[in-house]
Nanobody
Framework: VQLQASGGGLVQTGGSLRLSCAYS????????MGWYRQAPGKQRELVGT???????SYVDSVKGRFTISRDNAKNTVTLQMNSLIPEDTAVYYC?????????WGQGTQVTVSS
């Protein structure tokens, strides 16, 4: 199983970025998929998840600003990030969990300048 994240970059405060994660197998094989992030000197934290039902959940700090969606035909999961703030600066990782374990993408850097 391979996950390929893309879409990171540099953006000013208040801007938007869209991250995508391409999965090498059908995303229906996963119990749920998610996005995590790790800022310098901090532990990796969960940003949000999306289940096969389409139900999403988010960490409080991104609620109302970030949206996770899925494209079943393309086997991709997208993280739309709006109203970005410097505290969102981190390496973002996509993830998928199935009955065999947890799988990770390579990470993509998001930098928000003040």
């Amino acid at each position: 199983v391979q996950l390929q994240a893309s879409g990171g970059g540099l953006v000013q405060t208040g801007g938007s970025l869209r991250l995508s994660c391409a999965y090498s197998i059908s995303i229906f094989m996963f119990n749920y998929m998610g996005w995590y992030r790790q800022a310098p000197g901090k532990q990796r934290e969960l940003v949000g998840t999306i289940r096969n039902s389409g139900r999403t959940s988010y960490v409080d700090s991104v609620k109302g600003r970030f949206t996770i969606s899925r494209d079943n035909a393309k086997n991709t999961v997208t993280l739309q990030m709006n109203s970005l703030i410097p505290e969102d600066t981190a390496v973002y990782y996509c993830n998928g969990v199935d009955s065999s374990g947890s799988y990770w993408g390579q990470g993509t850097q998001v930098t928000v300048s003040s």
